[in-house]
């Protein structure tokens, strides 16, 4: 019933994409998907569209209000009411009211994909109010969240995902931001999970290839595996660091709590060696706006630059790493590569050490090097 396609080639449009109701077009889901591009990249308008499919389907042909079918530009209050229902008989979660909104649990026969399909409801009637398409607020905000003084409360840091308190790895916060959505997810309490799958990295790196990742974004992926290392380690590495070391395998670091003294060492394979010195006088190159190659560049330098030949920011290389670990449906905190690190490295200690005083100092070695 309802379906998209693009463009063909030689046809001009001023859309991309056409969604399509019982073969006729359909502007409110055609216009969402224009009105997402530039807000956010393609493909999470794609995911977010095909997250909203079903949902429209179900509407025309299964939803129910005092005996007559819902449609999308209804009150808010009638659509949240069959969100509801399409939520329970659907996609078989469990509603629980709460003050002015509902916390939605999700049970074992509920797809993976709940909390995205919330957010592109959510995103699907913000654009619909920008567009001046609806005339009510939208459904999927609080409205009494607006009016509470939470903007007053602690927030998590800005562009980067946190462990939870529990996990030990980052300071406690008095307060997390509240989320202003209607629909809250409740999540189990947190439990900590072994990363022990040999097969993460290349995952990783055939996610990045899915979205074109660049020579720097497939070149700190490896780093980040092979060598444990925190992403902010590798991301303001200089020149001078690399040529600060012995071995051509390995480059001098910064440490957390260090406070910028190059107190300890990071070791890659020989493939990144090589990859890195390509990146330096190819990719690289091309950014620095003198296009010096490694011989040239000082000390001083950073090995990795943006496209526009300033040092590279975490915010800019999230940016990248994101959008492949959503597009591919990976959830991976860039931090659980060393934690995967470190459970590779117990794995292998086990395995070659001949007795107990040997895996307790190799044990300790590892320690030493993670610190």
Known sequence: MYWYDYCPKGITSKYQLLVFKDNQPFLPLTDYFHDCLGRIDKSS??????CLLPFFKWLELESNYQGK???????SEIIRIVVEDYLMLELACKIREKDTFRFVKLTNKSPITISRFLSALKSFYKSMIRLEHYTYNNPFIDGQYILHDYSNQNGVRKDKP???????????IPHRRLTDSYFKIIKEEWQPQIID???LPYQVYQAGKKVDWSQREMLIARMLFETGARIFEIIHLTIGDYRQRK????VATFNKGSHGRKIKFLRFSK????RLFHYIDTERKSYDKNHFIFEQLSDDSPIFLSENGTA???HAWYHHWNKAMKLNEIS?????????????????IYHISQNESEIQQRKNELIKYMK
Do not use: C
């Not at 079918?69 to 009150?75: A, I, Y």
């Not at 071995?247 to 390995?250: A, I, M, R, V, Y």
């Not at 493939?271 to 090589?274: F, L, M």
């Open 45 to 50: 308008a794609t995911s977010y569209l095909n």
């Open 332 to 348: 991976l905190n860039p931090h659980k590569a060393r934690h995967w690190f470190v459970t590779s490295r117990l794995r292998e």
């Open 312 to 314: 590279l920011t975490y």
């Open 162 to 172: 946190r462990m939870p308190n529990i996990s030990g790895t980052e300071d406690a």
């Open 69 to 75: 079918r819902v449609k999308w530009n209804d009150s």
């Open 197 to 199: 799958d040999g097969n």
């Open 271 to 274: 493939d990144t060696v090589k």
């Open 247 to 250: 071995s051509h395998q390995e």
